[in-house]
């Protein structure tokens, strides 16, 4: 089980550099996640390359990735050896026990379902001043905002 930590759902690379930046100006240590299914929409490089983008032009922030393969553990498994740091994949629990396994061989995690209560930063006006208020707990920039997540690792 890796540690609570708040959690962002980015859509594009705009929205991952305002998480990162908040992040850095509050020093939360943050989840960013992927819209559900983005593996299908965005695809495992595209997701990995906006990370990557983000982190390098705010390389103080500290975060973790989580790229949503939805019910596709082909593509999870794919996402894990091209070096997605966390995967959230449904399905049967003998799948999920197998491909937790698989991320904890390669030092990664994996959540089983998506976390209510995340910011979706998709549409606000100004994400880092949502992303920041959410972080720092002093708004409420979404009406099912919640601070923190857990996330299963097999680790």
Same mark, same amino acid.
């Given at each position: 089980m890796l540690?609570a930590?708040?959690?962002?759902?980015v859509h594009?690379l705009?929205e991952?550099?305002?998480?990162?930046?908040a992040?850095?100006e509050?020093?939360?240590?943050?989840t960013l996640?992927s819209?559900p299914?983005a593996?299908?929409?965005l695809?495992?490089?595209?997701?990995?390359?906006?990370?990557?983008?983000?982190?390098?032009?705010?390389?103080? *922030?500290?975060s $973790?990735?989580v790229?949503?393969? @939805?019910?596709a553990p082909?593509l999870?498994?794919a996402?894990? =050896? +091209?070096? !997605?740091e966390?995967v959230?994949?449904t399905?049967?629990?003998?799948?999920?026990?197998?491909?937790?396994?698989?991320a904890a061989?390669?030092? *990664?995690?994996? $959540?089983?379902?998506m976390p209510? @209560?995340s910011?979706d930063?998709?549409?606000h006006?100004?994400? =880092? +001043?949502? !992303?920041?208020a959410f972080?720092?707990s002093?708004?409420d920039?979404?009406?099912?905002?919640?601070?923190?997540?857990k996330?299963?690792s097999?680790r």
């Open positions: 540690p930590m708040p959690h962002i759902v594009t705009e991952t550099r305002a998480a990162l930046e992040a850095a509050t020093g939360e240590f943050l996640h819209p299914g593996v299908h929409a695809g495992i490089g595209y997701f990995l390359i906006m990370i990557e983008a983000a982190r390098r032009q705010i390389p103080q *922030a500290r $973790l990735a790229l949503d393969c @939805g019910a082909g999870a498994v996402a894990l =050896r +091209a070096g !997605a966390a959230r994949l399905g049967a629990p003998a799948v999920l026990d197998k491909l937790a396994d698989i061989q390669l030092g *990664a995690a994996m $959540l089983r379902e209510a @209560g910011l930063l998709r549409g006006p100004d994400p =880092r +001043a949502a !992303a920041r972080l720092s002093t708004g920039p979404s009406p099912n905002c919640h601070k923190t997540i996330i299963e097999r």
